[in-house]
């Protein structure tokens, strides 16, 4: 039953990554399907992840690239965060969602090794990466923050300090 429960949230969140029409979405249910394909990733790097969102939060979105925020989010924490021996109280990722005024906020924290303050403007440049040597092309927080600023003329914003994890905030104004 789990197998099939995964499957079916894999195929929902694809589905929804290439869709690019507006919807009504619950963020209370949106958000843990959308995570639950990352989960055997994370559970092979041993990384936990806790979910928190406002209950019955529904929004008018569009939900492929909520899906695609999330998923580049999550994955670049666990990318990029955790190392041999980051901290003695294992890795761990969160992701939050509230509506604060008339915005959507989405923070992904994690407790890795967090950046340099020198580096926290070149994160969302194209080709920076600290993960060349894993695979990673330095795409994935700028086609991030292109999708927030373009598509939903939101901001993103990053607060890190090494040692002590890093928090990516993504706010977004909300549609009634």
């Known amino acids: 039953m789990r197998?099939?429960?995964l499957v079916q949230d894999?195929?929902?969140?694809s589905a929804d990554q290439t869709s690019l029409e507006i919807e009504k979405i619950a963020l209370d249910e949106y958000i843990p399907r959308v995570c639950s394909p990352l989960k055997p990733m994370l559970r092979k790097e041993q990384v936990e992840l806790s979910i928190d969102t406002t209950p019955n939060f529904v929004i008018t979105t569009c939900p492929g690239v909520n899906a695609q925020i999330l998923t580049n989010l999550i994955s670049n924490a666990q990318r990029h965060a955790?190392?041999?021996s980051v901290n003695n109280s294992g890795n761990k990722i969160a992701v939050s969602c509230s509506k604060q005024?008339?915005?959507i906020v989405i923070s992904v924290r994690d407790n890795g090794k967090g950046i340099a303050e020198e580096f926290h403007r070149k994160v969302f440049e194209p080709f920076?990466?600290?993960?060349?040597?894993?695979?990673?092309?330095g795409l994935g927080l700028h086609i991030l923050y292109n999708l927030v600023r373009q598509k939903f003329n939101g901001d993103i914003g990053l607060l890190s300090t090494p040692g002590d994890g890093t928090?990516?905030?993504v706010c977004i104004?909300?549609?009634?």
């Open 128 to 137: 920076y990466t600290t993960a060349r040597d894993k695979g990673g092309t």
């Open 3 to 5: 197998a099939a429960n």
């Open 167 to 169: 928090t990516v905030t």
């Open 82 to 84: 955790f190392g041999p």
């Open 173 to 176: 104004p909300a549609e009634d």
């Open 101 to 103: 005024d008339n915005h």
């Open 10 to 13: 894999f195929k929902r969140t």
